[in-house]
Each structure stands twice: as C-alpha cells, then as structure tokens.
C-alpha cells in the first residue's frame, strides 16, 4: 500500500517513517512539509493511507483534506490539541498522540487494515471544520491554486447548484458545501442569510430598497445588489435594530 | 447600582403597614380630645399622607447622596427641611379642603408644633435608616467585587500554571527526542538535557523575581535551541544587543512568551523560511525590546488590539506598572512587530540598603499590590460618579 506523510517538523516525518520501515508491504511515495504540498503528492501518488499533522504551516490538516476531491484514509499525528481531538476521535482511522510508541503506531495500522473504508474521512472534515481555527477563514482551490478567504473579506455567498459561490473583492470562488452550512458557521461573523440563495456580510449593506410586492432589494458597498426575501428582511431588521 | 429599600417586597409591606398605623393613632388622637369623625380621617390622611411623601424622598436622597464621614449634620439641615415643608404643604393642603370659617382650621394652626415635632422625629428616623441601609448595601457590593477580584486572580494562577507546562511545545519536542533516540542518541541526550533545563528555569522562576537581560537572554537561547530542533533549518533568530545593557533588568518569564507567540506566528503564517529578530535597546530609562516575525497581509485577519497571545503580556505588564502602553505592535510590510518597554525599577530604592532577594520580592509584591488597590480605587471612584 502507498502512503505519504505529510508533517511541518522533519523529526516528527523521520519517527513515522522509522516505524514503517518493519512494514514489508509499505511503500512510502512522499514526504511533505506542509499542506500545499500535501494536496500536489495525493493527487500525484493516489495514496491508500496518509499520516497526517494539524498544526501546519497557512493551512493546517484539516483544511487540507477538504480541498481533496476524494481523500484517501487518515491517521492523525499531533501534540496534545484538545480542540482538534473532539473534532475527530470519533471519525478517523485513528489518531497518534506525539510522542507515540511503535506497538501505539503497529496499532493503528492494524486498524486501518481492518476497517479501511475512506467515509469516515469526509466526516472528519465535516466535523473538524466546526474548530475555532477554521471559523474565521474558508480555503477554496482556485484552479490549481489554493487561496485563504478570511471570513471578514468576503462580501456574500450566492447558492450555486451542489456548490456555493464565495464573492470577494478580488473574485469569486466556489466551494463544495451547501448554504445551510454556511448560514450557520458564517452566523457568528454577522452574515445573514436574506434569500434561499444569498447569504450578506451585513457590515457591508448601504441601502434597502422596497422591491416588488414583498420584497427588498439590498445594496452593498460594493455596488452588488441582492434579492431580500419576505423571512430575510425580518432577519435584517431584527439584527439591524430597525 | 444599589438597591432601593423599597425594592424589597417585605419592606414595602412593612412600610405601608407603618403609615397606616400612624394614620389609626392620629386618628385616636383627634377623636380624644372630640374632633368630629370627618375632620379626624381627612387630617390623619392627608397629613399622613404627605409625611410618607417626604419619608421616601429623603430616603431616595439618601441613595444617591450620602454624607462621608464628619458630614452628619447635613441630616439634621436636610430633615429640618422637609419637616418645615410637610408642615407648610400640610397646612396649605389643609386650608384648601376646609375653607375659610371651619373652626378646625383654627385647631390645626394650633397645633403646629406637636405636629411639626412628630414630622422631624419621623423624617430624621427615616433618613437614619436610610443612611445606615444603603452603606450597608455598599459594603455588601464591595465585597462582592473583592471576592470577584480573587476569583480573577485564582483563575489567573491556574492558568499561568497550565502556560508554564505549555504541553503543545513540551510533547512535540518529546516527539523529537523520540526520533533523534533512533538517528541520532547524542543528540537527543544533548536535547533532553536542553529541555530539562529549560523547565526547570520555567518551575524555579517566579513572575514577580526580576532577571537581567543576560539571565533571561540565556533562557531564551535554551528555548530556541530546542525549537530550532524541532524545525530544523525553518527557523532562524537573530539576537541584537549591546553588552553595556546586558545588566539591565526586565521581569522573569516575559521574553519567553512573546518570542514563542512570533515564532509560533511567523511559523504558522507562512511558507518557507522564518526569520525571527530580536532586538534589545537601552531607550532613556527604559529597556526597549522589539521582537519581528514576518507574516502574511494577505491571509491574517487584522489583529484587533494586540492580538491573541500577547494580550497575557499586556496583563502582567499592566500589573506591574499600571500603564497600558508598553507592550505595542505594528506592521511593516511583511513583518509583524512587537514592541516591549521595561521601566527600569529605581535602582536605589532596591540596591541602596543592600536588600535581600526575599526583601526585593516583598517591595515589589507590594509595589504591585498597591498598584492594583490604587487602579480598583479609581476605578471605584469612576463607577461612583457615573
């Protein structure tokens, strides 16, 4: 089986590749120090199985694997991070906590072997993207580069079919997700959702217009106009206090 | 704010019931020496009446303004007063009612001074009760706010205990002697006694202790050596100083944590190499030390304030020496900077007499101590004249 390590500390890569040396099926494709290049090894090498560090460089692990199309199994390796394990304890392969032993590391591997279905990574990622650290700051791939979208940068989110279009000021951008999940984690930032497919930065909105019978028309300060639904505009009176 | 007498549900009962007790009694009194039934329950209500008036103003009065210390007798001039108005507005009220050619009015007039007499017993008492309930009222707050104050601090000391474990940085450099064991022993018996030492400088050291900047520029060399381990040729430092200011002195455990919060941030910010800068300055009467780690505009979010991590420093600064500007931060293209001022302690008032650690310790626990009551006095004080 193919795995890749994927961990910003070289003594942290070198201690998992030390305890897979005893594994005679093993082949180790790639070692990389951070995410970036995490992403450009998994779609090179197709790995059955990564090990994977969360507290790395710009983009940590999880955001990582959500920027996978399908991601292969994982084992996590990371210091004591008590935030990361209750995202995941319950969803992933398994998770090394460092310093790890080699019958702790025979173990996982031995888990992995037993159960190796690759669901259960998509439920990390649902789970993990609830952590404090990933609240604030949405990573979407664009083309074949990966740009971080602090939450405060973007103007609004329209639905998109099966993806949500991320509106910036320097582009848009899709991502994988539905708009239910936005108008949740996005709640705590002042966003709003004001249509079944628009979701507002309210710190962005100048004016609103009476549009049609029911409806409003929003105007943001970047000159965007939005449809305001009859639920919406009673959402956007009680947050603005009008 | 302090809670009105009236505010509890017994008193206001209680309170009711007492008028309407001295109303029957005036009224007794009045039909004792034969005043007709109609005249005794308008004069007993009304008087009453407007006495209770003047009871709950002089007690709100007493609310919002009670005299310190010598200042009694403006009870006596308050209530003297308000006697000599509810006397007035009593009389007036009184006129009005019965008109010209009723002879109560006569008997009313006559009896001023046992009624004048009775108004100022009754609103001297009550501005009494008053003044005695709301100091008590504001006794109960300040403790409350002094149980608040230690709540703080406890909590302050569990966390600052948790901190000095710092278990991210304690089990990742294990991790790397974990590795180092199999590759490299010498090493990693060379890194297990860099981390041993390093925490033990983090145990024996005490927050209020302070260090010369050669002491904790040493300790710092141990931190980043391990850190460096760990990183490998990711991480580089430069320290910058000049040896005449290695005597100056700055709090113990202070550099420690800015310098971990740059790298930690300039590690985790970007891609590639990380140059961490340290630089310390004798500024006036000051030790000035400004810290760069270079980051990206592009992806962090605008720090609000000073940023997390650093607000602790800001705390035990404040603390120290009640000021909020010595700890600052900036931006300069790519790197982020952090800028720490140390007041340099009176050298006399601790070297002079040839004082003890111990005794340098008590001064400064005091020093602070009294910093802290003077910032809570004042605040005090603020909340007092809203």
């Known amino acids: 089986?193919?795995?890749?390590?994927?961990?910003?500390?070289?003594?942290?890569?070198?201690?998992?590749?030390?305890?897979?040396?005893?594994?005679?099926?093993?082949?180790?494709?790639?070692?990389?120090?951070?995410?970036?290049?995490?992403?450009?090894?998994?779609?090179?090498?197709?790995?059955?199985?990564i090990f994977l560090d969360i507290q790395m460089p710009k983009i940590n692990g999880f955001e990582m694997l959500e920027l996978i199309e399908e991601p292969p199994a994982v084992i996590f390796t990371t210091a004591f991070d008590e935030f990361a394990i209750k995202a995941f304890e319950s969803n992933a392969v398994d998770y090394l906590l460092k310093p790890f032993s080699k019958e702790r590391f025979d173990k996982a591997i031995q888990k992995y072997l037993q159960h190796s279905d690759i669901t259960s990574t998509q439920k990390v990622i649902e789970a993990a993207s609830q952590t404090p650290a990933q609240q604030n700051r949405v990573v979407v791939k664009d083309?074949?580069?990966?740009?971080?979208?602090?939450?405060?940068?973007?103007?609004?989110?329209?639905?998109?079919?099966?993806?949500?279009?991320?509106?910036?000021?320097?582009?848009?951008?899709?991502?994988?997700r539905t708009m239910n999940f936005f108008e949740e984690s996005l709640s705590a930032f002042q966003f709003i959702r004001v249509h079944r497919s628009y979701i507002v930065n309210t710190q962005l909105i100048t004016r609103i217009d009476p549009y049609e019978k029911d409806g409003h028309l929003l105007l943001l300060t970047t000159g965007a106009k939005l449809p305001v639904s009859k639920a919406g505009y009673a959402k956007l009176k009680e947050m603005l206090g009008i | 704010?302090?809670?009105?007498?009236?505010?509890?549900?017994?008193?206001?009962?209680?309170?009711?019931?007492?008028?309407?007790?001295?109303?029957?009694?005036?009224?007794?009194?009045?039909?004792?020496?034969?005043?007709?039934?109609?005249?005794?329950?308008?004069?007993?209500?009304?008087?009453?009446?407007?006495?209770?008036?003047?009871?709950?103003?002089?007690?709100?009065?007493?609310?919002?303004?009670?005299?310190?210390?010598?200042?009694?007798?403006?009870?006596l001039v308050v209530s003297l007063t308000v006697s000599f108005?509810?006397?007035?507005?009593?009389?007036?009220?009184?006129?009005?009612?019965?008109?010209?050619?009723?002879?109560?009015?006569?008997?009313?007039?006559?009896?001023?001074?046992?009624?004048?007499?009775?108004?100022?017993?009754?609103?001297?008492?009550?501005?009494?009760?008053?003044?005695?309930?709301?100091?008590?009222?504001?006794q109960k707050e300040s403790d409350s706010r002094q149980t608040e104050v230690e709540r703080l601090s406890k909590e302050?000391?569990?966390?600052?205990?948790?901190?000095?474990?710092?278990?991210?940085?304690?089990?990742?450099?294990?991790?790397?002697?974990?590795?180092?064991?199999?590759?490299?022993?010498?090493?990693?018996?060379?890194?297990?006694?860099?981390?041993?030492?390093?925490?033990?400088?983090?145990?024996?050291?005490?927050?209020?202790?302070?260090?010369?900047?050669?002491?904790?520029?040493?300790?710092?060399?141990?931190?980043?050596?391990?850190?460096?381990?760990?990183?490998?040729?990711?991480?580089?430092?430069?320290?910058?100083?000049?040896?005449?200011?290695l005597s100056l002195k700055l709090p113990a455990l202070l550099l420690q944590p800015v310098v971990e919060n740059a790298i930690k941030f300039g590690l985790y910010d970007t891609i590639g190499e990380v140059m961490i800068?340290?630089?310390?300055?004798?500024?006036?009467n000051n030790l000035k030390i400004i810290i760069q780690n270079p980051f990206d505009p592009e992806t962090s979010q605008p720090l609000k304030g000073t940023g997390f991590g650093l607000s602790s420093i800001q705390r035990r600064l404040f603390l120290l020496f009640a000021r909020h500007d010595l700890?600052?931060?900036?931006?300069?293209?790519?790197?982020?900077?952090?800028?720490?001022?140390?007041?340099?302690?009176?050298?006399?008032?601790?070297?002079?007499?040839?004082?003890?650690?111990?005794?340098?310790?008590?001064?400064l626990s005091k020093e602070i101590n009294d910093r802290i009551i003077y910032k809570v006095n004042q605040s005090i004080d603020k909340s007092f004249n809203k």
């Open chain 2, 1 to 75: 704010m302090t809670n009105s007498i009236l505010s509890d549900k017994r008193l206001r009962l209680f309170y009711t019931a007492w008028w309407l007790i001295w109303m029957l009694l005036q009224y007794i009194i009045l039909r004792q020496i034969n005043i007709d039934v109609l005249h005794a329950i308008t004069d007993s209500i009304i008087s009453n009446a407007l006495l209770a008036l003047c009871c709950f103003f002089i007690s709100n009065n007493m609310k919002y303004y009670r005299p310190r210390q010598e200042k009694y007798w403006y009870i």
């Open chain 2, 156 to 245: 302050a000391e569990l966390f600052k205990l948790r901190q000095q474990l710092q278990p991210h940085f304690l089990f990742n450099s294990l991790n790397s002697i974990s590795a180092l064991t199999g590759s490299d022993p010498e090493k990693a018996r060379h890194m297990i006694h860099q981390l041993s030492d390093f925490l033990r400088g983090t145990l024996k050291k005490d927050e209020q202790q302070w260090n010369t900047l050669e002491e904790e520029l040493q300790y710092l060399q141990l931190y980043l050596e391990i850190e460096k381990v760990r990183f490998g040729h990711r991480l580089q430092t430069e320290i910058i100083y000049k040896d005449e200011i």
């Open chain 2, 327 to 363: 700890l600052k931060t900036g931006k300069d293209n790519n790197q982020f900077i952090t800028t720490i001022v140390i007041p340099q302690i009176n050298e006399s008032q601790l070297m002079k007499k040839d004082l003890t650690q111990t005794e340098i310790q008590d001064w």
């Open chain 2, 277 to 284: 800068r340290l630089e310390a300055i004798a500024d006036g």
């Open chain 2, 85 to 138: 108005l509810w006397i007035l507005a009593q009389q007036g009220v009184m006129w009005m009612i019965f008109k010209e050619g009723d002879n109560y009015n006569e008997v009313i007039r006559a009896s001023w001074g046992i009624r004048f007499g009775a108004g100022f017993l009754l609103i001297s008492s009550m501005s009494m009760f008053s003044l005695l309930w709301y100091s008590q009222q504001e």
């Open chain 1, 143 to 176: 083309g074949n580069k990966i740009k971080i979208i602090p939450v405060a940068k973007i103007n609004y989110l329209e639905a998109a079919d099966d993806y949500v279009k991320i509106v910036t000021t320097e582009g848009t951008f899709l991502k994988k």
């Open chain 1, 1 to 49: 089986m193919k795995v890749i390590i994927i961990d910003d500390e070289p003594l942290a890569r070198s201690i998992v590749k030390e305890y897979l040396q005893s594994k005679s099926d093993v082949e180790l494709v790639a070692e990389c120090n951070d995410g970036f290049e995490g992403i450009k090894a998994i779609q090179q090498h197709q790995p059955d199985l």
